[in-house]
């Protein structure tokens, strides 16, 4: 798997690629406040995703995620950044 | 629930022969169970030492019963060693990857260094073993020794062959044994376990327990197919041990090792493949241990994921339309076994001294009684009377069920949550469990042998958690799609349809006969009509009877046809249904008012605004009104109701003649090449394509022709337009033309070359030739129409049969994974371990179970509500 591909290729474009967006620390512990949660109780992405390498995700950060939602409108949902 | 403690790791791992010696009590070197007077042999397999399973004796190692002694181990010190068949494949690797004199790993000292570097602290570090052995493998030569390798090959089932020479489980034995310890971990092994243990020198023998004989009422005692196999084991064993001991050829003593390792192989499992399975004298296949733990009745799918219950009964169904749809009747013979714990408090002393008294012989009666210290009465044997004196709060009773009690009904397969709702008991004569019709949907059940199961809850909170959670009337509403799946069904539909048509006029006695049976008061309103003298009722009056006085309501019924122009309230079909003021004024009862499954606006608006109470009150009067209605009217239905006219029968005829004729040109613009291609097809494909689409086409044709002649006046077109049961396609089929067959989407071409049958010429295109059956089935199908019906109709059988195959797997995976999914308080979707899945349930938070038809809010009905006024 080359780095070079996804340098040249952003999939933040493509249609069905929703927005990520990277929480500040303090959206995220806000978010962890909110659920309750240990970041690991989180869904997670690895930071090798080519989203995740698109928006410049590190290991601990959490992201966002807008979602079309066929029964809501609009969704947010947050993943835990993970090596990988 | 939320585990107390997490298990983090479980681990597998392999006995050493010491182990096993220090396990075990005894050795076990008779192949005998029992001597002439039934005692147990000293050191056979039944050795009192092993445990004990019959009442009376004592287990000579721990001196305790059958009920307090968990069984010993004991062991065979096996002649010559033999190969643990579920270990092949490992000693087969392991063989492969080290040295043949020096026995160590095929690796250079660097790679060796690098890959456990490499595996260091790793999660999963068998991945690098695997790496390890593959290099390993291919070494022709040990770099530590300098040995030469040779190849080493595996015969299935457990022969091992280097070179020309076979290797005896004896020579594997001191090879896995020069195994170093440090190499293990490259070779995939945990370094506690050395490998020379997958060769048996000795053999486990479990306790009796684990496999009882059973003594039958002849007193023949029958042995456990385990003891069966160990028997075999130690008679081969011994013969092996006296052959070798009088030095007997080596050829001998190789056929009785060969045969010594079968047994045990077969004792592990008795499904291997390149193995007969070993049989019973009877020619029935053993049952060892492997097969014990495998499969739906194996020990995890039959014993602990699932298991048999108390307090449960099985019986054959059949329908009771007199029943209240959240009651099960329950035959009295089945009653007088089934028991609820019933606690004695100041309030039922008196009723339940009575019960005691009556006891197990007296059908209301009880068949235990525990006291507060918890001790057990049998009331067969008790003093009763005594017993029921000596009755005081604090006493707990199992008495009989009766009627009122709650109770959980079933029948698989269960899938989905419908499948096992909360019913009331109704106890009456009879030897089947019945119930009512407006829930044989929700079961998929019918009467044709059909068997359910019922559990008894036994304590307070599970009656009152199966009241709540899981009582017929709260499932009216699908969680699917959030409309009605419980309502009317066929004959209810019909009866209404009948009841609620202009024609209908009935006196005073046939009104008051309705409302009685349907089980209301009954009070009449006005009599619509009064002609000499008499007065007369409308079933529409009737049947609003039954509506809440505020209802209003306006929609169009099944029967509506569609017109271009919706002539709206003088519609003279009754196809436009005006309810004002719980006064059905206009049109007719049919599937859209009150049909599970269907549009239902009646039923479902009864249900949403009304509530279950109401709504349930409702479908219990409404349904045995109209089965009432239909009695009284009289509804019946025979094949001559799909007969037609003599000249629409030959419309119909020249119809087909027609397309057959169509059929014909269109072959011949084919074979002129004259035919225009769709886009995208080939020319055959077109020619398919626009011959299927005439031979369609001709069979709606042929279907609206007849349905000229078939009116509403006809019982079979009533159930067909009023939604109750059939379709007008089945009507047409019967009374026109039953039309193309077909296999995989296509017109039946498969048989002989060029043709179906013998009866065509080759690369016939036609009609007839392809499975056009243009008879109906009233008329007949001829032979070879026939024959094309059955080759479609297979189709249909072999798609069901792999339909609910692969459905009924990929459901039991989803269980499986979803399981432990759950809605948490603050709306969010966790598993067991409270990592989130969804962050708000289905991504609105809304319970499709309460929403309306999958919609949060309906705002039109809103509107509606605020505003004020029902009709448009």
């Known amino acids: 798997m080359g780095g070079r591909m996804s340098e040249e290729l952003d999939p933040r474009g493509h249609v069905l690629v929703p927005e990520h967006r990277v929480l500040s620390k303090e959206e995220g512990e806000e978010v962890l406040r909110r659920y309750r949660v240990k970041p690991h109780q989180l869904p997670l992405i690895k930071s090798s995703d080519p989203v995740a390498r698109a928006i410049g995700a590190k290991p601990g950060d959490i992201v966002e995620i807008k979602r079309e939602s066929f029964t809501a409108g609009r969704a947010l949902a947050y993943r835990y950044v993970v090596e990988g | 629930m939320r585990p107390q403690r997490v298990i983090e790791s479980i681990r597998f791992s392999l006995l050493s022969p010491d182990e096993i010696r220090k396990m075990s009590v005894t050795s076990v070197v008779t192949a005998d169970t029992y001597d002439e007077d039934g005692f147990p042999i000293e050191r056979g397999l039944m050795d009192r030492r092993l445990g004990v399973v019959e009442p009376g004796l004592t287990c000579r190692t721990c001196g305790g019963g059958p009920k307090d002694c968990p069984g010993h181990f004991g062991h065979i010190e096996l002649a010559r060693p033999v190969i643990h068949v579920n270990y092949v494949e490992t000693i087969f690797e392991l063989l492969q990857s080290t040295c043949r004199k020096c026995g160590r790993i095929l690796l250079k000292e660097e790679e060796r260094e690098r890959l456990l570097q490499e595996m260091e602290g790793k999660e999963e570090w068998w991945k690098v073993s695997e790496k390890a052995v593959q290099t390993a493998k291919g070494r022709q030569e ?70 009882p004989s059973i003594t039958l009422e002849t007193g023949v ?90 307090f449960s009964a099985r019986a054959v169904i059949s329908p009771d339309p007199c029943l209240k749809f959240d009651e099960v009747g329950v035959p009295e013979y089945v009653a007088r076994v ?93 030897h089947t469990f019945r119930l009512n019709l407006c829930v044989c949907p929700l079961y998929n059940a019918d009467f044709d042998g059909d068997e359910m199961n019922l559990h008894v809850p036994q304590s307070e909170e599970a009656q009152v958690e199966a009241m709540i959670l899981m009582a017929v009337q709260n499932q009216i509403i699908s969680p699917r799609f959030g409309g009605p799946i419980i309502g009317g069904i066929q004959d209810h539909i019909t009866g209404a349809y009948l009841l609620t048509r202009k024609e209908t006029l009935l006196d005073r006695e046939k009104a008051c006969q309705l409302l009685m049976q349907a089980g209301v008061e009954p009070v009449l ?52 249904v005006v309810i004002e003021n719980g006064e ?50 009289g509804f019946t239905t025979s094949i001559d109701d799909e007969d037609i006219p003599r000249i629409a029968k030959e419309r119909i005829e020249e119809k087909i003649e027609d397309a057959k004729k169509k059929v014909r040109e269109l072959i011949e613009a084919y074979n002129r090449e004259e035919l225009e291609p769709l886009p995208g097809r080939s020319l055959r494909e077109t020619l398919e394509m626009r011959i299927m689409e005439a031979l369609a086409e001709v069979r709606d044709r042929a279907g609206q022709v007849a349905e000229k002649h078939l009116t509403l006046s006809n019982p079979a077109v009533i159930m067909a337009r009023t939604g109750a049961r059939g379709s007008m396609l089945n009507l047409t089929q019967m009374a026109a033309c039953v039309g193309q067959q077909s296999v995989r989407g296509e017109r039946l071409n498969r048989g002989y070359v060029g043709r179906v049958l013998i009866h065509f010429k080759s690369e016939d295109l036609g009609a007839e030739a392809r499975g056009f059956v243009s008879s109906s089935y009233k008329d007949g199908l001829k032979p070879l129409e026939f024959f094309f019906h059955a080759a479609g109709g297979r189709e249909g059988l072999v798609d069901t049969a792999v339909r609910t195959a692969q459905s009924g797997y990929m459901q039991r995976r989803l269980i499986n994974a979803l399981q432990d999914l759950h809605v948490e308080y603050d709306g969010t979707v966790r598993d067991d371990r409270g990592v989130i899945v969804q962050f708000l349930y289905g991504e609105d938070g809304a319970d499709p179970m309460r929403t309306d038809n999958g919609k949060a809010v309906r705002v039109d009905r809103l509107v509606e509500k605020i505003i004020g006024g029902g009709a448009k």
Not at chain 2, 223 to 235: A, F, Q, Y
Not at chain 2, 552 to 560: F, G, H
Not at chain 2, 570 to 576: G, I, L, R, T
């Open chain 2, 142 to 211: 040990c770099p530590h020794c300098g040995e030469e390798q040779e190849e080493v090959k595996f015969e299935k089932p457990f022969t091992f062959m280097e070179g020309k020479g076979r290797l005896t489980p004896s020579d594997i034995r001191t090879r896995l044994e020069r195994i170093r310890t440090e190499d293990l971990r490259l070779l995939g092994l945990d370094p506690s376990v050395r490998p020379e243990w997958m060769v048996l020198q000795v053999l486990l023998v479990p306790p009796v327990t684990v496999r």
């Open chain 2, 338 to 430: 089934l028991t609820v714990r019933s606690r004695v408090t100041s309030f039922n002393l008196e009723e339940m001294r009575e019960l005691v008294r009556r006891g197990t012989e007296q059908y209301p009666g009880a068949q235990w009684v525990i006291s507060p210290d918890g001790k057990r009465y049998d009331l067969r044997y008790a003093d009763r009377e005594e017993l029921a004196q000596k009755l005081e709060p604090g006493y707990v009773v199992e008495r009989n069920l009766r009627d009122g009690d709650i109770v959980l009904f079933n029948r698989q397969p269960s899938l989905h949550r419908m499948s096992i709702m909360a019913h009331r008991v109704r106890v009456m004569p009879g």
């Open chain 2, 584 to 633: 059905l004024k206009r049109g007719v009862i049919d599937a859209h008012a009150y049909k599970a499954l269907d549009k239902c606006e009646l039923w479902d608006r009864m249900v949403k605004e009304y509530g279950v109470e109401r709504a349930s009150e409702f479908l219990n009067h409404v349904t045995r009104l109209s089965i009432a209605a239909a009695e009284m009217l």
């Open chain 2, 525 to 576: 309103p006005e009599p619509a009509v009064v002609r000499e003298g008499v007065e007369y009722w409308t079933g529409k009056q009737l049947f609003s009877v039954l509506l809440p006085k505020d209802l209003n309501l306006t929609y169009r019924a099944k029967i509506c046809e569609g017109c271009s122009r919706c002539k709206e309230e003088e519609c003279e079909k009754e196809a436009y």
């Open chain 2, 221 to 310: 005692r029958s042995e456990d197919d385990l003891t069966h196999k160990l028997v075999d084991i130690i008679r081969i064993n011994q013969r092996l041990a006296e052959n070798m001991e009088a030095g007997a050829p080596h050829l001998i003593v190789e056929d009785l090792w060969e045969l010594l390792q079968y047994h045990v192989a077969t004792y592990f499992s008795n499904e291997i493949s390149g193995v007969p399975p070993a049989r019973h004298r009877s020619g029935r296949v053993l049952r060892t241990l492997g097969q014990r733990l495998k499969g739906k009745e194996g020990r995890f799918r039959g014993n602990l994921s699932g298991k048999r219950v108390d």
